[in-house]
């Protein structure tokens, strides 16, 4: 994988990076040439006009761009973080000046660079070589700050050694302001699913920066299920050594007044590696904003990619509104293959035309048709406690909003 902390020579040759001056960075127009760096000092609050911003509701989220903010609140301690672990799994508190931490790449964004600044310590999962998980390794962060008067920091390091094979889910629930790191490292020969599930409040607000990296021939499964909260999640995945395999699935329910944005970005830059991105997004609601920037770069030394990304929204309701942009950057002809594709849109009226005319009412058939555009990708998350949870909560958003007649199992009163 490339090098994220910079090659400081092109990025000086750019204007894009400096090293604490106070010029604010230029125009680039690759993610892979972003500027990137460890200290606050790089990386100025934006502004809103930014190419990496200009979906973003800047006042949302200006609270976690500031650092002497963040820092005092991430000491008030109001966000909690349980690890509930099976055999397998080794779990530690590590300081923030271990090794480990931060050999992935540095941050890409002002809230990245808070995130990692202002968290005193990091919780490490690991799963051990050869391990074979029996059940997930669950990490429940719940936040208890409804008034969101601390926003606060986190960072994670998730590791799977060579050999091991597990689960581990992220569980956001309750109220905070919170920028997340989470840095993952799947070892060769090891097979790792990560699923972070944004299950909060809705005065949540959550942004949190993923840098993966795929060594050798191992794979990751990365999951991202948006449900409750305005959220502005940046996957950063990538490879280090030939073989290796990144499957991405993300799904989202944007209700009213919500933003949920989503940047997955991979970086191919070794020979002969995999990978697939796929989201899908259902919006309702007046002012809800669902953000999807999909970036793909197949470098000069990645012969043999084979990739490709996809992001489908199904617009419920007026007033709701998708922006979807995905974008593939090649460096290299000789590869399997490369592609992308995007789509925003209503309701398929030759599926209900076809549901109707066997005799199901119109409602139900609405049910059916939204509930099949979410099955094709939840069925392959592969976790089937996730995949439960995300259907449930599904039905539930339909039935709330009374545009949809929800199944008879689904929950009345309570929050997923």
């Given at each position: 994988m490339t090098d994220l902390r910079t090659d400081h020579s092109r990025a000086t040759a750019q204007g894009s990076h400096s090293h604490g001056a106070a010029a604010r960075p230029r125009y680039v127009a690759s993610r892979a040439d972003r500027p990137t760096s460890f200290d606050p000092a790089d990386i100025p609050v934006p502004r809103g006009r930014e190419e990496e911003w200009r979906f973003t509701p800047i006042k949302r989220f200006a609270p976690l761009f500031d650092l002497d903010a963040v820092a005092s609140g991430t000491r008030a301690g109001v966000v909690s973080t349980g690890v509930d672990a099976p055999d397998g799994v080794v779990v530690e508190e590590l300081a923030r000046d271990d090794a480990r931490l931060g050999a992935i790449g540095a941050p890409v964004d002002r809230t990245g660079v808070v995130a990692w600044a202002a968290f005193p310590a990091a919780t490490a999962i690991t799963l051990s070589a050869g391990a074979r998980l029996e059940r997930a390794a669950r990490v429940a962060i719940r936040g208890d700050d409804a008034e969101l008067a601390h926003p606060s920091a986190q960072h994670l390091l998730i590791t799977a050694e060579p050999g091991s094979t597990g689960t581990v889910i992220l569980d956001h629930t309750g109220a905070a302001a919170l920028t997340q790191t989470v840095e993952i490292v799947v070892a060769d020969g090891a097979e790792l699913t990560v699923v972070t599930v944004q299950g909060w409040d809705d005065a949540a607000v959550h942004a949190s920066n993923h840098r993966a990296r795929v060594q050798g021939r191992g794979a990751l499964k990365h999951v991202v299920v948006s449900l409750g909260g305005d959220t502005r999640i940046a996957p950063d995945l990538g490879f280090s050594g030939e073989g290796g395999r990144i499957d991405a699935y993300g799904v989202y329910f944007t209700d009213a007044g919500q933003h949920q944005e989503h940047r997955p970005y991979v970086a191919h830059t070794e020979p002969h590696c995999y990978s697939r991105v796929?989201?899908?997004?259902?919006?309702?609601?007046?002012?809800?904003?669902?953000?999807?920037?999909?970036?793909?770069?197949?470098?000069?030394?990645?012969?043999?990619?084979?990739?490709?990304?996809?992001?489908?929204?199904?617009?419920?309701?007026?007033?709701?509104?998708?922006?979807?942009?995905?974008?593939?950057?090649?460096?290299?002809?000789?590869?399997?293959?490369?592609?992308?594709?995007?789509?925003?849109?209503?309701?398929?009226?030759?599926?209900?035309?076809?549901?109707?005319?066997?005799?199901?009412?119109?409602?139900?058939?609405?049910?059916?048709?939204?509930?099949?555009?979410?099955?094709?990708?939840?069925?392959?998350?592969g976790v089937p406690e996730v995949e439960e949870r995300l259907m449930t909560a599904i039905e539930h958003e339909l039935e709330l909003t009374g545009l949809i007649s929800a199944g008879p199992d689904a929950p009345v009163d309570e929050q997923p």
């Open positions: 796929t989201y899908k997004g259902a919006l309702q609601g007046d002012g809800a904003h669902a953000v999807w920037v999909g970036d793909c770069l197949i470098g000069a030394g990645a012969r043999g990619t084979d990739t490709y990304e996809l992001n489908r929204n199904l617009v419920l309701t007026e007033g709701a509104k998708a922006d979807s942009i995905p974008n593939l950057e090649i460096e290299n002809g000789n590869i399997e293959g490369a592609g992308h594709a995007s789509a925003t849109g209503r309701f398929d009226d030759v599926q209900l035309f076809y549901l109707r005319a066997r005799g199901i009412p119109e409602r139900e058939a609405r049910r059916l048709v939204v509930l099949g555009f979410f099955n094709e990708i939840v069925s392959e998350i």
